[in-house]
């Protein structure tokens, strides 16, 4: 028997990178799976790859309409949550003096509305005694100029975590957040970006890294499901899978 067998898991951006190293953990401890995303070629390909394995819903994180539709699908093809992951950002580069309403629109609607409500519409359906975990950035710590806007949104989706551990002690919920650092993703934690700014990207990131390297999906996704299923005795806390970044270890 699997380590998660006959658990329920959602996981919200779940079609590819760190979202994807988490779906990849949970199928192989043997829980069941629904995964949204909002591109469907991504979409297709995970459905390819795990087949009946898992429901994979489209679903724009910023939609209160798909959110709802969400809900649905849940009630249908799980009947209830035991696990939630919230794994949703997009980010973009930009000094404050700089940043246009539209960039901070965008940003603010998918990285901090999108989990918010996401979470708010599927309360009902998480089981007394199951967990949350969001997703959220060393950015949080870092202050790293050029990331005003994307450094806000995850210290929102950071409070509301707090928040939402409070609120649901008295039903058993754990909330807690992983905050990465740099990590090996396709996108390279940037989007939109091309190969080239990627890979400066990722040279500037192994050099500000203390241990000297970017972190990997399945390191993130460990920290993930530790949080998730193992740390019982854990909630509101945040934790760093970031190679030091954010600890002043110097």
């Not at 949970?26 to 429901?55: D, I």
């Not at 890294?209 to 390191?219: D, N």
């Not at 760093?240 to 270890?249: C, I, T």
């Amino acid at each position: 028997m699997g380590v998660y067998e006959g658990r329920r898991a959602v996981v919200i951006g779940g079609t590819h990178g760190m979202g994807l190293g988490v779906v990849e953990e949970l199928l192989a401890g043997g829980a069941r799976v629904l995964l949204t995303g909002n591109n469907e070629k991504n979409l297709e390909e995970v459905r390819g790859r795990f087949g009946p394995a898992v429901h994979a819903v489209r679903a724009n994180a910023a939609d209160l309409a798909d959110t709802d539709a969400l809900a649905e699908s849940v009630r249908e093809h799980l009947g209830g949550i035991d696990f939630l992951h919230v794994n949703v950002g997009v980010s973009g580069l930009g000094p404050v003096a700089e940043t246009t309403e539209e960039s901070y629109d965008w940003m603010f609607s998918i990285n901090a509305k999108g989990p918010f409500f996401t979470v708010q519409r599927l309360l009902p359906l998480l089981a007394d005694g199951g967990s949350i975990v969001f997703t959220t950035s060393v950015t949080n710590l870092t202050g790293t100029a050029g990331m005003g806007v994307y450094s806000g949104t995850k210290a929102a989706v950071r409070a509301f975590s707090r928040v939402l551990a409070s609120e649901l002690l008295p039903r058993g919920i754990r909330v807690n957040t992983v905050a990465p650092g740099f990590i090996h993703t396709p996108s390279g934690g940037f989007t939109n970006a091309t190969e080239a700014e990627k890979a400066e990207m990722g040279r500037i990131g192994d050099e500000a890294t203390p241990m000297k390297r970017h972190g990997t999906i399945a390191e993130v996704a460990r920290a993930v499901l530790f949080l998730g299923f193992e740390a019982t005795f854990t909630t509101g806390v945040e934790l760093p899978v970031d190679g030091g970044l954010g600890q002043s270890l110097h």
